[in-house]
């Protein structure tokens, strides 16, 4: 078993470009999670999808940010344009399905905005 | 609202110490209780978890009571090892795929 999957694993990227981080999900798994980690917020939840369908996105944090989930076995969460206080650790997560809530995470994706 | 709250840390502790982590909840209900591990460089994984009032979860030497009474899920473990540095989550849900998390505890133990 694979386990979740993402892309690129370390991002730097200039102010103002657009970047896109990329998650596989375990196969089978029915709902997928987008989060966000740095020393000053703690693990934050951006936005989680059920059957590819957003469910919450409540907590993403601004315009800026975008997430899709076109089919069961991928999602991308988009920053456009980015911005210095976007750099963290995003992690994806996958669940079997709900009622079931032990998540699954991926090794994550470091950002850093210079 | 719902919420999970902990012990700040860093939790410095010697190889072999007890280790008590301190979590306990606001919820309008009986969630499911978790406890989450984070090494360096990694991802949250699964460490322990309890679905009802007085379940014991265990797992790798720790061990987390799920307490109605006090609201508390508190994470145990009798002999740390150095390789059990990390950052503790606790975490609840109320058997719906979303975990509402805890800031987190940092553990180091040195040899």
């Known amino acids: 078993d694979a386990g979740v999957i993402q892309s690129p694993r370390h991002e730097v990227t200039e102010m103002g470009q657009e970047v896109t981080l990329r998650c596989k999900p375990i196969s089978g798994h029915n709902s997928l999670f987008w989060y966000r980690q740095t020393m000053m917020r703690g693990l934050e939840l951006l936005i989680y999808f059920n059957n590819n369908v957003p469910i919450d996105d409540s907590g993403m944090p601004e315009d800026r940010f975008s997430a899709k989930m076109p089919n069961a076995s991928f999602s991308t969460l988009k920053i456009q344009p980015s911005e210095p206080r976007d750099s963290a650790v995003y992690f994806c997560a996958s669940s079997p399905g709900q009622g079931y809530a032990e998540q699954y995470f991926g090794p994550g994706t470091r950002l850093t905005v210079t | ?111």
């Open chain 2, 1 to 111: 609202g719902d919420s999970v709250t902990q012990m700040e840390g860093p939790v410095t502790l010697s190889e072999e110490a007890f280790l008590t982590i301190n979590c306990t909840y606001t919820a309008t209900g009986y969630p499911s209780l978790f406890w989450y591990v984070q090494y360096p460089g990694e991802g949250l994984q699964l460490l322990l978890k309890a679905t009802k009032a007085d379940d014991k979860g265990s797992n790798k030497g720790f061990e987390a009571t799920y307490r109605k009474e006090t609201t508390s899920f508190h994470l145990e473990k009798g002999s740390v090892q150095v390789s059990d540095s990390a950052v503790y989550f606790c975490a609840l849900s109320y058997n719906t795929d979303k975990l509402i998390f805890g800031t987190g505890t940092r553990l180091q133990v040195f040899p």
